[in-house]
C-alpha cells in the first residue's frame, strides 16, 4: 500500500516534469513569433527605404509618363484604364490645347481626343497591362511637330494584395538573424522547461515510517520554486521581446532600397493622391492640373550685358511752373464767392475767384478813419469855395493860383475815395494757376492774417521727384532712371538737375515725371532706380520672380522637370522697377518661374 501510494503521489510530479519541455516549447515559439511579428512590421516603419513600399503611402503619386523637348513638356497621368494628356510649352509652360496628338505603344496607334480643360484622353487597351511600357507620342500643333518618346511603368492589379498577403515566414527568410534568435529561443525554452519540473525528493523505497504529513510541506515548497521560476521565465521573456523591439526599431535606421526615390508610384491609379507638396529634398512636386490652376509661367534665363544699377530715395513733389499757392494780401474775414469755396479735388483756371476777404477793423481804427474823413471833407468844402471864387476873378487873378486850387481840390477828393473803402471794401482772392485744389485751409468765417496760404493748386499730369544721393558717384553719370513706389508702380524719369548744395550731407537731385499715374499723390515716398554707365553681366527677370524667405534670402524657383521645382538663392540688384538683374545664383539656361512665384512658395 506504501508503494502504491508512492507512486500515486509522484504521479502529479511526474506530469509537471513532461509539462515543463513542452511549456518551453510553447514559451520559445510564442517569442519568435512576436519577433516575426516586430520584424514583419519593420519595412513599414518610417525613416527608412526597403525599395518599392508594398502598400502606397498618402505621398503616392498615380502612374505616369514625362516627356520633353525643346519645344514641349508632356505628362501621361493614368486614371483607371484611361490616360490623361497635359501638354505645356517647354520655355514658358502656357498650355498647348489645340494639337493633334499620337501616341504608339506595342505596334498600335491610339489618337488622343482634347478635352474642354485643354488636356487630352487616350484610352487603349494596353493601358491594362502591367510593367514598363515604352510611349512614342506625335505632336503637330500646326505650326511645330516634334516627336517624344517616355516610358510608362504600369504595375499589376494584384500588386498590392500580394503585397499586404506577405507572410511571415517570407519575412524570416529575409531575415537569417530572426532564424538564429529563433533557434536560440527554443533552446533556452527547452532549458526553463525543463527547470520548471519539481525535483523527485522521495524515493520509492523511502520507509513508512515517514509522517504523511511532511508531504505538503514539500509540495509547497515545490510550488513555489515553481513559481519563481515560471516568473523568471516570464521576465526573460520580456527581456526578449524588448530587445527584438530594440533590434526592430534599430533597423529602421536603415536604407535597404535607392536613396534618391521622393516619390512612390502607387499601385492602384484609383488610391493616388495627386497634390501639391514639398519633397524631403526641399524640391516642390506640383501636378500638372494644378500648375494651371496656379498659373505658373516661366522664362528661360538669359545671360546679357546690363547698366549698373544704384537706388536712391525720393519724394513726389509738385512741379513748381505749373501749381502755385494762394495768399492773402492783408488780413480779414473769409467770405465765399458767388460759386461757394472751392473744395479739394476741384479743378479750377488761372485767374477764377475763389474767395473774398473782408477786412476786419476795430472801433479804434473806425473812429480814426471817420474822423480822416470828416477832415477831409471839411477841406473839400473850404477847397470848393476858393476854387468858385478865383474862378469868379478870373482874367484878375493869375490863372496859375486858380489851377493851383483846382489840383488841391482834386487831391482832397482822391484821398477821400482811398480812405473811404477800408471801411467796407473786400479783397478778391483769385487762382495763381489752372489744376486742381490738392490743399485747402480755409471755411466760410475764419479770420486770416496777411500773407496765409490759403489754397494750394497742382497739375496732376505735371509731377517731379525729388530724391536724395548721400554718394555723389551715384548721380555723376546716370543714363537713364525709374521711380518704383511702395504698391509695385513704375514711373519713367527724365533728370532735371542736380543741386551744387548739399542737404544733410546729400545731393538734391530732382527728375520730371513723364508718364504720371492718376493716382500718384504728392508726398508720396519712392524708390528711384539709376542707370549708370557702367555695365556688368547678369540675368535679367521680371521682379515677379523673387521672393523673399524668413531668413532673409532671395530666391527663384527653377523648373527642373515636368512637375518638379526647386528653390534657388540669388543675389540679385534692381534694373528698371518692373525687372530685376540676377547676378548669381543660377546659371545658363535655366526655366525660372516669372508667374505664380508667391503660390509655389506658400506649398507645404
Known amino acids: 500500500m506504501g508503494a502504491d501510494e508512492g507512486s500515486r503521489e ?44 508594398p502598400v502606397a503611402p498618402l505621398t503616392a503619386v498615380a502612374p505616369r509618363v514625362e516627356a520633353s523637348s525643346e519645344s514641349f513638356d508632356l505628362v501621361g497621368i493614368v486614371r483607371g484604364e484611361a490616360m490623361i494628356i497635359f501638354l505645356d510649352r517647354f520655355g514658358s509652360n502656357e498650355p498647348v490645347t ?83 534568435i529563433g533557434f536560440a529561443l527554443l533552446v533556452v525554452g527547452l532549458v526553463l522547461g525543463r527547470s520548471l519540473a519539481p525535483r523527485r525528493n522521495i524515493a520509492p523505497q523511502a520507509p513508512l515510517a515517514v509522517p504523511l504529513a511532511s508531504a505538503p510541506e514539500s509540495d509547497a515548497e515545490s510550488d513555489v520554486g515553481s513559481k519563481r521560476r515560471v516568473g523568471a521565465v516570464i521576465m526573460l521573456a520580456v527581456l526578449a521581446i524588448a530587445t527584438s523591439a530594440r533590434v526592430v526599431l534599430a533597423h529602421g535606421d536603415e536604407d535597404h532600397g535607392a536613396a534618391d526615390k521622393p516619390l512612390a508610384t502607387i499601385t492602384s491609379p484609383a488610391a ?30 538669359r545671360v546679357q550685358e546690363v547698366s549698373r544699377t544704384a537706388s536712391i530715395t525720393g519724394r513726389v513733389i509738385a512741379d513748381p511752373t505749373a501749381g502755385g499757392r494762394v495768399q492773402a494780401a492783408q488780413g480779414g474775414r473769409i467770405e465765399p464767392s458767388e460759386d461757394g469755396l472751392p473744395v479739394i479735388g476741384q479743378r479750377v483756371v488761372r485767374g477764377q475767384v475763389l474767395a473774398t476777404v473782408t477786412p476786419v477793423i476795430t472801433t479804434l481804427e473806425r473812429g480814426g478813419v471817420r474822423e480822416q474823413l470828416a477832415q477831409i471833407d471839411s477841406s473839400v468844402a473850404i477847397a470848393e469855395q476858393r476854387v468858385a471864387r478865383l474862378s469868379q476873378l478870373e482874367g484878375s487873378v493869375p490863372q496859375r493860383e486858380i489851377d493851383e486850387a483846382r489840383r488841391e481840390l482834386d487831391g482832397l477828393r482822391q484821398r477821400r475815395r482811398a480812405l473811404a473803402p477800408t471801411l467796407a471794401e473786400r479783397e478778391v482772392v483769385r487762382a495763381s494757376a489752372s489744376g486742381v485744389i490738392s490743399v485747402a485751409n480755409v471755411v466760410t468765417g475764419q479770420l486770416i492774417d496777411g500773407g496765409e496760404v490759403l489754397f494750394e493748386i497742382v497739375d496732376p499730369a ?52 513723364t508718364r504720371a499715374s492718376p493716382t500718384l499723390k504728392v508726398g508720396t515716398p519712392v524708390s528711384v532706380i539709376l542707370q549708370e554707365a557702367r555695365t556688368e553681366t547678369g540675368i535679367v527677370l521680371p521682379s515677379a ?8 534670402e532671395d530666391v527663384v524657383f527653377e523648373h527642373v522637370s515636368p512637375e518638379r521645382f526647386i528653390a534657388r538663392p540669388v543675389r540679385l540688384r534692381p534694373f528698371d522697377g518692373e525687372r530685376i538683374v540676377v547676378l548669381a545664383g543660377i546659371g545658363e539656361g535655366a526655366r525660372i518661374v516669372t508667374e505664380g512665384t508667391e503660390l509655389l512658395s506658400q506649398i507645404r
Open 462 to 513: 505735371k509731377l517731379w521727384v525729388e530724391a536724395i544721393a548721400y554718394d555723389p558717384a551715384a548721380v555723376a553719370d546716370i543714363r537713364a532712371a525709374v521711380a518704383s513706389t511702395a504698391d509695385g508702380e513704375t514711373l519713367p524719369l527724365d533728370l532735371i538737375g542736380r543741386s551744387l548744395t548739399l542737404r544733410q550731407q546729400a545731393v538734391p537731385v530732382q527728375f520730371r515725371i
Open 272 to 301: 493616388a493622391v495627386d497634390s501639391p507638396r514639398r519633397l524631403a529634398d526641399g524640391s516642390l512636386f506640383v501636378p500638372k492640373p494644378t500648375q494651371r490652376l496656379l498659373t505658373v509661367r516661366t522664362q528661360p534665363a
Open 545 to 552: 520672380s523673387v521672393i523673399g524667405t524668413a531668413n532673409g
Open 10 to 53: 509522484m504521479k502529479p510530479y511526474a506530469s509537471h516534469a513532461e509539462r515543463g519541455p513542452v511549456v518551453g516549447v510553447l514559451i520559445a515559439f510564442l517569442l519568435l513569433a512576436v519577433m516575426t511579428m516586430s520584424a514583419s512590421l519593420a519595412p513599414a516603419h518610417e525613416g527608412h527605404d526597403h525599395g518599392a513600399p
Open 98 to 180: 489645340r494639337a493633334t496628338i499620337d501616341v504608339t505603344a506595342d505596334a498600335a496607334t491610339v489618337r488622343a481626343d482634347p478635352r474642354p480643360d485643354g488636356s487630352f484622353l487616350v484610352q487603349a487597351p494596353w493601358l491594362a497591362k502591367a510593367g514598363p511600357l515604352d510611349l512614342v507620342f506625335a505632336i503637330d500643333t500646326g505650326e511645330i511637330g516634334d516627336l517624344l518618346i517616355g516610358t510608362l511603368d504600369l504595375p499589376g492589379e494584384r500588386a498590392i494584395g500580394e503585397a499586404v498577403g506577405e507572410s511571415s515566414m517570407a519575412v524570416l527568410a529575409r531575415s537569417p538573424v530572426l532564424w538564429v
